[in-house]
């Protein structure tokens, strides 16, 4: 396959111009077995690549190597070539090895007489706010903990103890050894109960402040 950019058709010239203009995305083309024909700025400084390191490689190199393992390279070739658009979000591999989300789309490029000739491909970095939504949805999982630790420390442990404390002054009034053994068993487990549910609500404000934990 020949990997000269000038042998794709006119969208594809098109957009190989605004792959140099475009720092924001890397815009660049493939041919027909998904490897790299042409290469820009933006390309190369999302990615990490220079032009003559990457053009005629295949553009599974993007991949981490589960992705690739699992076939997905190709499997979203075939889904652009078949429907003409493939899109997917998630983690792609620069040339260091790191990783960053990306936003991608695969465009089908076809000859006049409907051929495929190669594939128009957007990468978009966007790390940064993905890990803003996930600062987000951590957040709320430690408000929600919060408001859990408040719960148990207001509600249940009190209510632990004021069951314990019921029991406590039934215990002297009743004056079947049998019954009474039963009410004490009861009363240490609660007292136990609410050892283990304070412990719990003293772990999750350790963690929360950063502290070890109590031994």
Request: aromatic share 6%.
């Amino acid at each position: 396959m020949d990997h000269d950019a000038g042998a794709a058709p006119d969208q594809a010239a098109g957009l190989a111009r605004l792959f140099h203009t475009t720092d924001d995305w890397a815009v660049y083309c493939l041919d027909r077995e998904g490897r790299v024909t042409t290469w820009g700025e933006g390309a190369r400084r999302i990615k990490g690549y220079a032009a003559a390191e990457i053009i005629g490689q295949p553009h599974s190199v993007f991949y981490r190597p589960e992705d690739r393992a699992a076939g997905k390279p190709a499997a979203m070739l075939q889904t652009a070539a078949e429907l003409g658009l493939d899109e997917d979000q998630g983690w792609r591999v620069r040339q260091d090895g790191s990783s960053f989300w990306a936003d991608v789309a695969i465009v089908a490029l076809r000859d006049d007489a409907g051929s495929l000739v190669g594939y128009a491909k957007i990468t978009r970095d966007r790390t940064k706010l993905h890990d803003a939504e996930e600062q987000l949805r951590r957040f709320d999982l430690l408000a929600l903990r919060d408001q859990i630790s408040e719960d148990l420390r207001e509600s249940v442990v009190r209510r632990i103890f004021a069951a314990g404390l019921g029991l406590e002054s039934i215990l002297s009034r009743v004056t079947d050894h049998v019954a009474n053994a039963r009410i004490r068993e009861v009363i240490d487990g609660l007292d136990e109960t609410a050892k283990e549910v304070r412990a719990a609500v003293i772990h999750l404000d350790s963690a929360d402040a950063g502290d070890p934990p109590p031994t």
